[in-house]
């Protein structure tokens, strides 16, 4: 289905996974002038419908403010690789965003003028300064040099991201209890991996996860620390008694991967753990061989539901598994789990303006500007007003909104209206907190069953009191944080797949291990991070 643009046409070409959005057949107000049109690089990522019109919400937005935006599009790894193209090359666009660009990238082009302050375009604005106001914010957002230079990503999110979920079907199957404990969860996948049957031919698989969310770190929770390498706590640090520290050279940490290092030796870990890339470990889940999985929720790797039969009952848990609690192993009174900051997430770095774009900087920020409007934040996660949901009544200062029964409609609808659709998902945007924006659940749907919220409950009293903190730190700092930590999860990473997998014995390289990452800076590393804490 073709749709007009008020600014430019939008085209879509395909080349060596390139999407490119909006270059073709300018019109009239466009070439009227050239701050009416914006460059963006972004990640996009891959399995997206790739079909002119995709991206409606900025055919909208153009509509409403004349601000096109021509975006250049690839999945994560290639548009990583086009970011440092471009920059070296000096041909880089307007503005850059999505995952690509990270807390060094802002303060290296910020100190050599590549990337501009923001704060003053900003002031104009409506919603962008909103989400400023938001408790915290601005101090996060704000640089050591007193700028801010990409606006706030702010999201109602679970209290826990990545986590291990279970087949509940197989566990009434055997008639066994949910596992709770390290060495209760153990029998759980050895009966698991006696006692189910093989699928079409193929032996069941009693444990697995996500290779882009692994984070095996965090499951050292189960042994009294959270060694994760996600999120806050990136690069393996967490707050302990008041204090940054490292969690790589823990003894838990330690104890964690002979744990699991002994369930890979029996046969109870998917053997292609470290190896598989996300596509080979979907793949496996949606022909049924998994009895445990990490991931943020089991629709990432089962089979989909059929929009119609969740409508028959919306409170039935339709994917039949479940979250695994938090574990103790033998001997610890407190296990703990990673905390996603309280449940509100705060991305940093997700759209930047360059210093090719200083002439239209305004006009690219009041376009970010209406994307941060609470209906079009709202689309981006849900999809068009009117079409995938509706606004209720506004009680008490709230403002309700309703999803509409899409379940007749076919998949190439859901692609174009859904979340990554509609919008592009990598992009900043402001969710307004439930104490303003709410959903009302639609009728018979009061008491959805959605598996993340069964999970924070489950998690919550064994989160992190304190997150890490976010930091900023010096031009210097910042470039030295990059190097050190870089080498410092590469081989983190090479010694866990080679300890878990068998072919190292982590007793006898421990003390190495250690004395390695020492070299490697990781003193240094934590160092940095404490003098950086605010």
């Known amino acids: 289905m073709k749709k007009k643009f008020l600014v430019a046409a939008v085209s879509v070409l395909i080349c060596g996974g390139l999407l490119f959005v909006g270059c073709q057949r300018k019109t009239a107000a466009a070439d009227a002038g050239e701050a009416a049109t914006f460059t963006l690089l972004v990640d996009v990522g891959s399995g997206r419908p790739y079909a002119d019109g995709w991206f409606g919400l900025y055919d909208v937005i153009a509509k409403e403010i004349g601000v096109q935006i021509q975006i250049i599009g690839y999945p994560y790894q290639a548009a990583l690789e086009q970011k440092n193209i471009l920059l070296n090359t000096g041909n880089y666009p307007d503005a850059m965003g999505g995952w690509i660009v990270v ?17 003053n375009y900003i002031a104009n604005t409506t919603n962008i300064k909103e989400a400023l106001a938001q408790p915290g914010v ?31 079907a197989w566990l009434d199957q055997l008639g066994l209890k949910m596992p709770t404990t390290t060495g209760e969860f153990r029998q759980t996948l050895i009966a698991f991996r006696d006692r189910i049957p093989a699928v079409n031919g193929q032996k069941i698989i009693p444990f697995s996860g996500d290779p882009n969310n692994l984070h095996l770190g965090t499951l050292a929770g189960w042994f009294g620390v959270n060694a994760s390498g996600a999120a806050n706590n990136a690069g393996y640090f967490a707050v302990i008694n008041g204090q940054v520290e490292s969690t790589i050279i823990r003894p838990e940490y330690r104890e964690f991967l002979k744990y699991f290092a002994g369930l890979y030796k029996e046969g109870l870990v998917d053997q292609e753990l470290f190896t598989q890339n996300v596509d080979t470990w979907k793949a496996k889940g949606k022909q049924g061989l998994y009895g445990s999985s990490i991931a943020y929720q089991p629709g990432d790797f089962l089979p989909d539901i059929e929009p119609k039969d969740k409508e ?18 033998p001997g610890v009174a407190n296990p703990i789990f990673r905390n996603n900051n309280n449940g509100i997430t705060l991305f940093r770095t997700q759209f930047v303006i360059t210093d090719k774009a200083q002439s239209k900087a305004q006009r690219i920020v009041d376009w970010l500007d209406r994307v941060y409007d609470p209906i079009h934040s709202t689309e981006c996660d849900l999809g068009p007003l009117g079409k995938t949901w509706n606004l209720m009544a506004l009680t008490d200062g709230i ?10 409609w076919n998949q190439d609808d859901r692609d174009r209206n859904g979340w990554s659709g509609y919008s592009v998902a990598e992009l900043p945007k402001y969710r307004r907190p439930k104490t ?7 009728p018979g749907w009061e008491n959805e069953y959605k598996d993340t919220d069964v999970r924070d409950a489950l998690y919550k009293p064994f989160l992190e009191a304190t997150p890490m903190p976010a930091l900023w730190l010096t031009e210097a700092n910042a470039k030295r944080a990059a190097d050190l930590q870089t080498a410092i999860t590469d081989y983190v990473k090479q010694k866990q797949a080679e300890w ?22 990781l003193q240094e590393l934590l160092q940095i991070k404490r003098s950086a804490v605010r």
């Open 103 to 119: 807390d060094n990238d802002i303060m290296t082009l910020s100190s050599d003028g590549t990337i501009i302050p923001l704060e």
């Open 138 to 168: 601005r101090q996060n957002m704000t640089l050591p040099d007193g700028h801010i230079y990409s606006p706030p990503y702010i999201v109602e999110e679970p209290l826990v991201s990545f986590s291990p979920w279970i087949n509940q």
């Open 312 to 329: 028959s009952n919306p409170s039935k848990n339709w994917y039949g598994w479940t979250p695994i609690p938090v574990l103790k192993a």
């Open 399 to 408: 403002q309700y909104f309703q999803t509409i029964d899409t379940s007749s």
């Open 436 to 442: 303003q924006w709410k959903e009302q659940p639609r």
């Open 500 to 521: 878990v997998s068998g072919q190292a014995d982590i007793d006898r390289e421990w003390d190495t291990y250690v004395a390695q990452l020492n070299r490697l800076g």
